[in-house]
């Protein structure tokens, strides 16, 4: 999180939104082997719960179940030319960002809740694709989808804290962000521009 209060980000229902539409994020945590990543897939089980997967060969996987993970999920970003402002040669250049930060418990879960999970996330993922029909594990061979999902682990991580970042100009006056956002949205950082627009 950033450490000017002017940037945090409060709304957890936003932020749980954000999480939703990006759908996948980085998992840390400290192992014995040292600090570990991993990159996976996510859909929310309730309002604090976050359920994802990832494979059984991942060296993480061995040293989730019952540690505290930080997942984070970071949006639209982009560079900042101190020269969009408007504002005098006395400005530096800086990087605008939506980033979200949930840390909590991990618990692994067993097969059943797992394949719920492969099928809730592909469901969120399919509907976005309208008007493809969607996919689903029934155009699958039972036996090979069951095979297949032996070769992942689900786990759920608990959200004890919530850390949001909205880094988007708000320190500087409104004429002064709205024209950064018209810069950064010429640079091709379309997603940043229109957060910057409407914060």
Known sequence: MHPDPAFRWEDRVAMRALVSELSLGALFCA???????????????????????MSRGNGIARH????????VVQGPDGYISPDWYGL????VPTWNYVAVELEGKITRTGHDALVEQVDRVA???????????????DKMDPARFDGMTRGIIGFTLTVQAWRGTLKLGQNKPEAARLAAADGVEAAGRRGIAHWMRNV
């Open 31 to 53: 192992t014995p082997d040292g600090p570990r990543v991993a990159h996976v897939p996510v859909v929310w089980n309730d309002d604090d719960t976050l359920a994802f997967h």
């Open 123 to 137: 469901a969120a993922q399919e509907q976005r694709l309208t008007p493809k029909a969607p996919w689903t594990r």
């Open 64 to 71: 989730l179940d019952g540690a505290t993970g930080l997942f």
């Open 88 to 91: 005098g040669p006395d400005q």
